[in-house]
């Protein structure tokens, strides 16, 4: 019999175990035990303050949806279910506190999904616990007083999107329906209640080729910073869905599991910044772009800090950073390098780099004003959002 333990994403899994060998990710989590160590966190009574928990009494079919989703998914712990108000889409599964494990749903979210795509966003949520994924506290890391080092925060963002991928297949598990998954991640992704527009899940397919055949020919593609998020972008979720549901985990004679996790890594790539190691032509002027602009932020206030140097170097290797670089003239063969990676690489691609370069921005504690000017000014001109600037130095990350 296919249990829920056999489909978690074989990546979540190796990435979850290196971050639990990290030795930031431990010290963290020390933290946070002694913490937990004087009481609880307080998180059931800051949601009985704040939203309305949802009796068996005033929603039997939720819980009717809630109790097969656990028995599924072999999850005894008792679950409780919260309702808040917000007009988005949302649902999210806390860490459990006295026993009790509590799922939130936003008010839109149950009033505009149906039964087979509130099983699916049930299942997601509950796949979060069963899969341990509270274990790294990915918030606190990413957001807390030390921020991680460049390799550590990089390590987080692919392991939080392998860990969305695991927890879709334990939805999927529990709803045993294709067309609802992918219903309900459409409406997730595009906000809307099906009501004015006909959900087809070919099309929505379609557009994940589109990214990957744009990313192949490296053209100027349309703005796609929404690729660089914790969460897998949306349709590519669904095709990773529709992979698991095409293989042998869950069809007979379907594609071999190893074939799967493989073909989900490839397709997850298209998240990634493998141009640190890539050989092709625009990987090599990403790599260059990366040098001079790393050095160009990192000197923009007060010089070249050593936890800036620590993160230049977590990119490009230990000592690979020389007292000896003349900064000036890298500083000024960087609009060139620019031009360089504009012509070679994809926007898409562009986009990673200046990712990365948030990432230097970030090295030392806070963002100085001059910094995040010359993060813009690069930005600026591969034609990269200020939007997106922003959105990486906050990183407000949390699993939803
Ligand atoms: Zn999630």
Partial sequence: MLTAEKIRARS??????????HADVKRVKEQLEREADKGPAGVRRRLLATSVRLSKEMAPEIRAIADDCTQRLGITIPVEIYVYASPSYNAACVKPEEGRLFIMFSSSLLERFDAGELRFVMGHELGHYLYHHHDIPIGYLLMGKHRPSPSLALQLFAWSRYAEISADRAGAH?????????????????????????????D??????????????????APMEDWFSTHPFSPLRVKALQMFHESDLVVERGMAAAELEAQVTSLMGLMEPSYLESKTEAAEAMRRLLFAGAITVADSAEGISRQEIAAFEQFFGEHSFKESFDVQQIKGGLDERIEHARELASHAQCTQVIRDLCVIARADDHVAPGERKALLQIALKLDVGMPFVERCLATDTELD
């Fill in 12 to 21: 979540d899994i190796e990435l979850f175990n290196k971050l639990n060998r």
């Fill in 204 to 221: 929505f397919l379609l557009q994940i080729d589109e990214m990957q055949s744009s990313d192949a020919e490296s053209a100027q593609g």
């Fill in 174 to 202: 529990c709803a045993q329906d294709f067309e609802s998954v992918g219903r309900g991640l459409f409406k997730l992704a595009s906000g809307l209640s099906g009501d004015v527009v006909t959900f087809n899940l070919r």
